[in-house]
């Protein structure tokens, strides 16, 4: 064999290592029949980085439950963060009913006054599922923005996620 000539090995087996492609040789499956890899990664330093630099792949190849945790921690996640970040806006405008706002108040969000009332208008804007009584007013242009920022943002997400 010359030094040019690269051989490819195939590890099925402790002992089996012929080449995978020679004269009057049969070619080696990459998987078998029922799925398994005939592959090994041996002898790499820090094998468990490779995972995180393919990203995409390292998501294919996982569990199906792992992969139903995190599409719904995902969307849980972006509902809560977004219904912090709308509890925060309520607070500085002084929506909130521990700030007593007065009669003629009138907030950015209706209806939100709780982190709970700012999580379920995170989720109603999120999903789409339409406004009842809580409603975005044209009071507060930061909310606005929020809004859009919100629905790109998300947006963008389910494209990578589902």
Request: glycine share 6%; hydrophobic share 45%; aromatic share 14%.
């Amino acid at each position: 064999m010359t030094s040019s000539t690269k051989v490819y090995y195939s590890q099925t087996t402790q002992t089996d290592s012929r080449p995978l492609m020679g004269p009057g040789l049969r070619r080696r499956r990459v998987l078998t029949k029922d799925g398994r890899s005939n592959v090994r990664m041996e002898h790499i330093s820090d094998k468990r980085f490779l995972y995180l630099k393919d990203l995409w792949t390292t998501f294919i190849d996982l569990q199906w439950r792992y992969k139903l945790l995190l599409f719904s921690a995902t969307f849980a996640g972006t509902w809560f963060a977004f219904g912090v970040v709308w509890y925060l806006v309520a607070a500085a405008h002084g929506d909130l009913l521990e700030f007593e706002p007065p009669a003629n108040h009138t907030p950015c969000v209706m209806q939100v006054h709780t982190l709970t009332g700012a999580f379920l208008f995170s989720l109603e804007s999120q999903t789409t599922i339409g406004y009842g009584f809580r409603y975005i007013s044209e009071e507060c242009p930061l909310a606005i923005v929020l809004l859009i920022t919100q629905l790109v943002l998300t947006t963008i997400l389910e494209i990578f996620i589902t």
